[in-house]
């Protein structure tokens, strides 16, 4: 069995990215393919807080920018993490995964409330701890709620998962010599106007000294891989 690299982590994973190729909605492939490298993870000790974002049902103030109030727009994109995390849940349990959903808002006919201690006591007992709806708070994304969680839970490392493998120097998707790096600190990240997360995530992660580690969700087993300490993506630390 190869050797951990760490043990507790807070995986984040956008919305965008379980929708695949319809790039709406639930893609159940996609997210088999995810439980399988969760339940991988676990079962080799590793500990899982995971952060879903929202992006496959509503981005909160992007898609509802001028026509509704932020507040109203980030409250429905709230409820879009909500929904991800009650299907990855439910994904999770059918892989013989127990998981458990903790909301940043009280709806208790659907998820349990989150506090640290219940999040530290599920995670000890093995399970995966399903942190949902952002910080509770407008103005804040997901990547900001996810790293609130990982400093709150205290992990050793904020595993995101996206639909690009890495931070580049420019989106490559638009520019053929964007330059992907392999490690970062935060105030590189910063300082350059990098599209790894906001601004907000990023300076809460340097205050707190929590690791980023940017990869590609396309290949799910990439999860497996990173807790294992293989150097794939970009890593986002301290000099």
């Not at 080799?44 to 932020?70: E, P």
């Not at 701890?129 to 804040?140: D, E, Q, S």
């Not at 992990?155 to 992907?180: E, F, H, Q, R, W």
Request: hydrophobic content about 45%.
């Amino acid at each position: 069995m190869p050797e951990l690299k760490y043990r507790r982590v807070l995986l984040k994973l956008s919305g965008e990215a379980l929708a695949g190729e319809q790039h709406t909605g639930l893609d159940f492939d996609v997210i088999h393919s995810v439980c399988q490298a969760i339940k991988a993870c676990r079962d080799m000790g590793v500990q899982i807080g995971l952060v879903i974002g929202g992006g496959n049902f509503w981005r909160g103030v992007k898609d509802g920018a001028d026509k509704m109030q932020r507040s109203h727009a980030d409250a429905m994109g709230m409820l879009a993490t909500v929904m991800n995390s009650i299907a990855m849940a439910d994904a999770l349990e059918k892989h013989g995964v127990e998981a458990r959903v903790l909301t940043a808002v009280e709806m208790n006919k659907f998820a349990e409330y989150f506090t640290r201690d219940t999040a530290n006591r599920y995670l000890n007992e093995g399970k995966v701890v399903i942190l949902a709806g952002g910080t509770g708070n407008p103005y804040f994304s997901t990547d900001t709620g996810a790293v609130l969680r990982g400093v709150e839970i205290e992990a050793d490392a904020i595993l995101m998962a996206k639909n690009v493998d890495g931070i580049y120097s420019a989106d490559p998707n638009v520019d053929p010599a964007a330059v992907k790096f392999d490690e970062l600190t935060y105030d590189e990240v910063l300082a350059r106007h990098l599209k790894a997360t906001d601004s907000t995530a990023m300076t809460l992660a340097m205050d707190n000294h929590m690791t980023l580690v940017c990869f590609a969700l396309k290949d799910p087993q990439n999860i497996l891989r990173v807790v294992c300490g293989e150097k794939i993506g970009t890593i986002v630390k301290e000099d």
